[in-house]
């Protein structure tokens, strides 16, 4: 039995399955990791993008907001078959949650892709999603593509019909995640069975210490990276494989 096989086992004996991800999953997609080679923050800074500079100077935030949304999510991506085979296992009712740092929202769109009906499978976006904005004001949530259109066309910051400064719905430098959905991703990982690490370097909060919080000796952790992680000494399973070749394999090992 290789390390894969081992995991589906687990997985199929497994009540709560949870998987967490991070830029690695949508790297086969287009999108860009953060770290890395030509990874996001080889081009920019992280100081750019703080919750004080966006108090402080919002029309050079969202200047350098706007080039951060063209390097990032510059045109249509799509999910790949990684997000497409955790989709797949929601629907088998094999796993109880996604946990993403990611805000592309592709876990939504392959969670739509796979079957017409909603899954079963809890998806939260810890980092928030890039295809909103948000009046902190008012408390309105819009489609981003109007404002940052807007905000490319000279009007910085764009502003809210209430009056106040649009935010990308994202959590930003600085900014506290929401504490009821951190609470229950801590929660989630405690409860897990099977805690499946997936494209992430887990070397930022709450990353690094949700597969810590998850490991005990009756739950698995696996984790599925290119590069060596700091959590991999606390992992049961480490694969060290594109997320597109493994994902795929898990899934139709569980369907057997
Ligand atoms: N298959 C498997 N792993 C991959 C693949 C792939 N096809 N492509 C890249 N990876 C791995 C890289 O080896 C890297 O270790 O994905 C990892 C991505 O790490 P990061 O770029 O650090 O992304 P992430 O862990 O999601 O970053 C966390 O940091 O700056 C912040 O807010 C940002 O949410 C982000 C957080």
Redesign the pocket.
């Known amino acids: 039995m290789d390390d894969l096989e081992r995991l589906a086992a687990d997985i199929g004996r497994a009540d709560t399955v949870v998987a967490f991800t ?3 999953i949508s ?2 997609s287009g999108v860009p ?4 080679d030509n ?1 996001v ?1 080889e081009h920019f800074d ?1 100081g750019q993008f703080t919750y004080g500079r966006f108090q402080r100077d919002p029309e050079g935030f969202w200047a350098d907001r706007l080039e951060l949304q063209r390097v990032m999510f510059d045109g249509e991506f799509e999910p790949n078959v990684a997000h497409e085979a955790l989709a797949a296992m929601g629907r088998k009712e094999h796993l109880e949650a996604i946990l993403t ?2 805000t592309d929202g592709l876990h939504a769109d392959a969670a739509d892709s796979v079957s017409s009906d909603s899954s079963e499978t809890t998806l939260l976006e810890l ?1 928030g999603n890039a295809r909103r904005v948000h009046c902190p004001d008012c408390g309105r949530r819009t489609d981003c593509d109007p404002v940052f259109e807007r905000a490319a066309d000279g009007e910085l910051p764009p502003t809210c019909d209430c009056g106040g400064v649009y935010k990308p719905d994202v959590v930003l430098f600085g900014e506290q995640l929401p504490g009821a959905v951190i609470q229950r991703a801590r929660a989630l990982a405690r409860e897990s069975d099977v805690f499946l690490a997936i ?6 909060e709450p ?1 690094a210490s949700l597969p810590r919080l998850a490991a005990s000796p009756e739950t698995t952790v696996g984790i ?4 060596p ?1 700091p959590v991999d000494s606390t992992a049961d399973v480490v694969c060290q494989e ?3 070749a493994v994902l795929p394999r898990l899934r139709d090992l569980l369907a057997e």
């Open positions: 991070g830029a690695g790297a086969p990791t953060f770290r890395g990874g923050w992280e740092q990611n980092h494209g992430s370097s887990l070397v930022v990353a599925v990276n290119l590069e992680t594109d997320v597109t």
